[in-house]
Nanobody
């Protein structure tokens, strides 16, 4: 069974940077969608950034609140996505969740997988 393993996160001052990584474990042939969501206390989980495969290679979408500050990159060979977060603001404080969908393995198709979540705190 495929699992999403997250790393990175922690405490950073406003204006600082952090990098999150997420790797899908197991023997994987293809991942259609992979990215990050976040959930602040008392709020719903929302999209941060996501990569979607397409006929033209694929595209990356960002929430308006992080455009220009966050960068999603991926290593397809390692089934990994990284989220580089720069110019962090206190409003970025949340639990960040890795998400993957449309995962093809030799024996099954998996969808709507979530990581365990990782805390990011931006505070002085």
């Amino acid at each position: 069974q495929v699992q999403l393993v997250e790393s990175g996160g922690g405490l950073v001052q406003p204006g600082g940077s952090l990098r999150l990584s997420c790797t899908a474990s197991g023997t994987i042939e293809h991942i259609q969608i992979m990215g990050w969501y976040r959930q602040a206390p008392g709020r719903q989980r929302v999209l941060v950034a996501v990569f979607t495969h397409g006929s033209n290679g694929g595209s990356t979408n960002y929430s308006n609140s992080v455009k220009g500050r966050f960068t999603l990159s991926r290593d397809s060979a390692k089934n990994t996505v990284n989220l580089q977060m720069d110019s962090l603001e206190p409003e970025d404080t949340a639990v960040y969740y890795c998400h993957a969908d449309g995962i093809v393995t030799p024996h099954r198709y998996e969808y709507d997988l979530w990581g365990q979540g990782i805390q990011v705190t931006v505070s002085s």
